[in-house]
């Protein structure tokens, strides 16, 4: 019987470590999940500034052909 109880003993820090384990890694796991997030809407907010400017472009030229054609010889 005394080796029972010494070998529970035993297993309850066991326990808590791997618990105290399980929760680094699930907060490691979380901040990189949380980095990767940032990163890809860091990358499409740069990807949509470039598409902005290339329509805004597109855009004046369009406006300079119609101003160009206003008394119909295009």
Same mark, same amino acid.
Request: aromatic letters at 4%.
């Given at each position: 019987?005394? =080796?029972?109880?010494?070998?529970?003993?035993?297993?309850?820090? /066991?326990?808590?470590?791997?618990?105290?384990? /399980? *929760?680094?890694?699930?907060r490691i796991a979380? #901040? #990189?999940? #949380?980095? #990767? =997030? *940032? *990163?890809?809407?860091? %990358?499409?907010?740069?990807t949509m500034a $470039?598409? $902005?400017?290339?329509?805004?472009?597109? $855009?004046?030229?369009?406006? %300079?052909?119609?101003?160009?054609?206003?008394?119909g010889k295009c």
């Open positions: 019987m005394r =080796f029972m109880a010494a070998r529970a003993a035993v297993a309850v820090p /066991h326990r808590k470590e791997k618990a105290m384990k /399980h *929760s680094a890694l699930k979380a #901040l #990189l999940m #949380l980095a #990767l =997030f *940032s *990163s890809s809407v860091l %990358t499409a907010c740069n $470039g598409a $902005g400017k290339d329509v805004q472009k597109a $855009g004046e030229k369009v406006e %300079t052909k119609a101003e160009d054609c206003k008394d």
